[in-house]
């Protein structure tokens, strides 16, 4: 190497580093504001009340997620067992809950840098390769722009979302791994890691399915040439891929339609098809404007099927013209088929809750951001494109920012949804969900009464109806409400829970333990319902039932400060204060601000002196 070659090859070793770096660092700056957010909706049953993240050994437990009520968890082993990472090491802590979410998102931008690099290396810019330097600068364009985008938010600051930018990764470690396999004489060693990421993909998320897919088209496009040089040269490692669906078919049986809001026979596959062509046409339009952002677009069905016709025909066209593409141009082919291969899934797999996400744009959002970069080197001369980069990934951080100022808390982000969305009878629910929570009784019967006008069958907002009564005192019409929604939805385990509450609080305790079983029998690891049924049998002087059902509910909640006290109370009333203290302890420690918890442990502490004099 000549002396005046030193200096670009010192650049180009740097490079890349560099790139990498300021990668994570943009991610963190953007996301910083978003560590102290609550758990929020589907985060409460997949993490707050999951009994089975509460222990890593035995692993069943957490390689075992619960498939009530369709939470996210469900048939999803992977992402099970990384939550109860995070409550091994922190509990219910959040924040470092949406920290593990960013590091992942953070690691899926890296990723894709590599992707990129090593695939626009492979490339040529008019009649000449383009150099390694160029392909750094291009990688790194791509990379930073879609780890900033905040049509990202909701995959990385929902922390239940995980599961996607989870997928997310893996499915990009698969290509990534393959890629290393091609060109590297540690072969073995990248395969392996390619079919141990495929497999880790397709137990965190049924979007993985198209993996194995695109990295065969990846092959062909960018490799071999052809279909049939890829099987000849890699047929084992296309195989070995291939082999991950089984994994993928045994988690999709074993989740039960996941509670009965995917699959088909839950909703006609028609009627769910045709929301699909204006989903896709939003989620592109998102993808280049990124506003209206919104957290829960609900179901919104076609009443005229002829009204989506043109955008039926656009996107069948964008379909067709990516097929075409592959054949005569491989690399943007690749591009559209993989934003068609990725949301596929959740555009043909009916469902009857949502009928839009942002968060499928996850990895769907990498073509476009990728298109974007390509069109841009080619028609922008270098120092203008760099210029329009750093305007770009300046002002997506900015918005990303911003979005996550919606999730500070959850009446922050339901009001935004309600407002952006005024016809969602979910938005509705869980708005008048947080104004219950602060205790703003009379606001938040109206959002359920508002979300019942919108859809009078709807069993959640029933039961927050009634609820909401019963803490008002209007029990005869909470009684009303809670038994409309076991109509509705007899196997509702949280509404015989409030059903038993309500009878309770209306004298009816025989009632009310009836109901708390029956509770129990739908879902036995119901730690709430554990404590109810316990205070009953407390107050009966049914000792030893009581404690049977506060450590039952310790077993799934060890955590649960009103476990904790309920066992400690009830000791200290059967007379074993000494056995009194430690729960009593315990759940100080879980809620340090328990007046009540307090008081009996000094008299527990007082007791217990007594009896050892």
């Not at 939003?282 to 009204?307: Q, T």
């Not at 899934?345 to 959002?365: C, D, I, K, V």
């Not at 209306?506 to 109810?532: H, S, W, Y």
């Not at 315990?586 to 009540?596: D, Q, S």
Request: glycine content about 8%.
């Amino acid at each position: 190497m000549s002396t005046s070659d030193r200096p670009a090859a010192d650049r180009s070793r740097w490079a890349a580093p560099a790139a990498l770096v300021l990668i994570g660092l943009a991610a963190i700056a953007a996301y910083s504001n978003s560590l102290n957010g609550p758990f929020i909706f589907d985060d409460t049953g997949s993490i707050v009340e999951n009994a089975s993240i509460r222990h890593l050994w035995p692993p069943g437990g957490a390689l075992s997620p619960p498939y009530s009520d369709g939470q996210t968890v469900g048939g999803r082993p992977v992402l099970n067992l990384s939550f109860a990472l995070n409550y091994a090491v922190g509990g219910l802590d959040v924040r470092g809950y949406h920290a593990v979410n960013l590091a992942i998102h953070i690691l899926a931008g890296l990723v894709l840098f590599g992707i990129v690099r090593r695939t626009a290396g492979r490339m040529r810019s008019g009649v000449r390769r383009i150099d390694s330097a160029e392909a750094c600068l291009a990688a790194f364009a791509a990379a930073l722009l879609w780890t900033l985008h905040p049509l990202q938010t909701e995959s990385v600051t929902y922390v239940v979302q995980r599961a996607e930018s989870l997928m997310g990764l893996f499915y990009l470690l698969t290509l990534y791994c393959f890629i290393r396999s091609a060109g590297d004489c540690r072969r073995g060693r990248w395969t392996f890691l390619a079919f141990a990421a495929c497999l880790l993909g397709m137990a965190t998320k049924e979007v993985m399915v198209s993996a194995p897919l695109m990295v065969l088209l990846y092959d062909r496009a960018f490799l071999a040439g052809s279909f049939r040089e890829s099987l000849r040269c890699r047929w084992r490692t296309h195989a070995l891929l291939a082999s991950t669906w089984v994994l993928l078919g045994f988690l999709i049986l074993s989740a039960r339609n996941r509670g009965g809001s995917v699959g088909f026979g839950q909703v006609s596959w028609i009627a769910y098809a045709l929301t699909q062509f204006p989903a896709i046409l939003r989620y592109l339009h998102l993808a280049v404007w990124p506003s209206p952002l919104i957290f829960d677009y609900g179901a919104e069905w076609i009443a005229r099927p002829w009204s989506v016709l043109p955008e039926a025909l656009v996107v069948i066209s964008m379909a067709a013209a990516a097929v075409i593409l592959f054949w005569r141009r491989p690399a943007l082919g690749f591009l559209g088929l993989w934003f068609f291969a990725i949301l596929a899934p959740t555009s043909l797999m009916p469902g009857n809750r949502q009928t839009l996400a942002e968060h499928r744009m996850y990895l769907a959002l990498i073509p476009v951001v990728v298109a974007a970069v390509w069109a841009g080197s080619r028609w922008l001369r270098r120092p203008i494109a760099w210029v329009a980069v750093a305007v770009l990934g300046i002002a997506a951080g900015a918005a990303t920012a911003e979005r996550n100022s919606a999730y500070r808390n959850d009446l922050s982000l339901w009001g935004d949804t309600a407002a952006k969305r005024p016809n969602n009878p979910f938005a509705h629910n869980n708005l008048g969900v947080a104004l219950f929570d602060r205790n703003e009784l009379a606001k938040s019967r109206a959002q359920y009464e508002r979300a019942l006008q919108l859809w009078p069958d709807y069993p959640e907002a029933h039961m927050n109806l009634g609820n909401s009564l019963r803490v008002e005192g209007s029990l005869e019409g909470a009684v009303r409400e809670l038994e409309q929604a076991l109509r509705l939805k007899p196997d509702y385990a949280d509404a015989y829970n409030d059903l038993g509450l309500t009878l309770r609080a209306a004298g009816n305790v025989d009632g009310a333990v009836a109901d708390f079983e029956q509770a129990l029998r739908i879902r036995p690891r119901f730690a709430e319902t554990r404590v109810n049924l316990g205070n009953i049998f407390g107050e009966r002087k049914q000792w030893k039932e009581a404690v049977s059902q506060f450590e039952e509910a310790l077993r799934d909640d060890p955590r649960r400060a009103e476990a904790q006290y309920g066992l400690g109370t009830t000791l200290l009333l059967a007379g074993r204060a000494a056995e009194a203290v430690a729960p009593l302890q315990e759940a100080l420690r879980c809620r340090p601000n328990y007046p009540e918890a307090r008081q009996n442990l000094d008299l527990a502490l007082n007791a217990a002196a007594g009896e050892v004099r």
